[in-house]
């Protein structure tokens, strides 16, 4: 919300209760190991658990630049090694090495069938694939990932079955 992230702690019965701790808001999570990713429409901040342990997270990063325009979602892979982020804005598709610091920009695509204004990004649960769907071209990007370095190779595309009413005539 406008009041920002509130930070919830679980005890040994499972119960979750609020801690003093608010980050700023944000309208989008993804969380994967001891990131969290906080998105708002032109940023992604980096968090992770403080070194002295307990529920505090600290900010390591914030990430900013014109692949990150109106972005709508990011998505770690299963390892963790790597955020992809959806600009939809600029119709880009990012993928982010992790290490301790933070993150390192490793590649951007655009301009395939399913990044027209790319709105969503997955994996797939075994980290060998990477797909996006494109808002306006409503279409579905399909991606193979290279599981040691996290880069993308554009595999094929997934037209929609029925005429859709949108951004591109159907």
Known sequence: GREGLFVLSRDEKGHLSRTEQTLAPAWGLTARGPW???MDTTTVRLYRHSEEGGTMLE???TLEGPELAGIRQSVFSPDGRN???AGFD???LTTWR???????KV????AKRGLLNVDAVAVSPDGKHVYAAGFCDHSLAILQRDTATGGLT???SAKPQAKVQGCVPG
């Open 36 to 38: 969290l990713a906080a």
């Open 59 to 61: 900010l390591v990063q």
């Open 83 to 85: 955020l992809y982020t």
């Open 90 to 92: 600029d119709s880009l």
């Open 98 to 104: 992790m290490d301790p610091d933070g993150a390192k």
């Open 107 to 110: 590649d951007v695509l655009s």
């Open 154 to 156: 554009w595999l094929s």
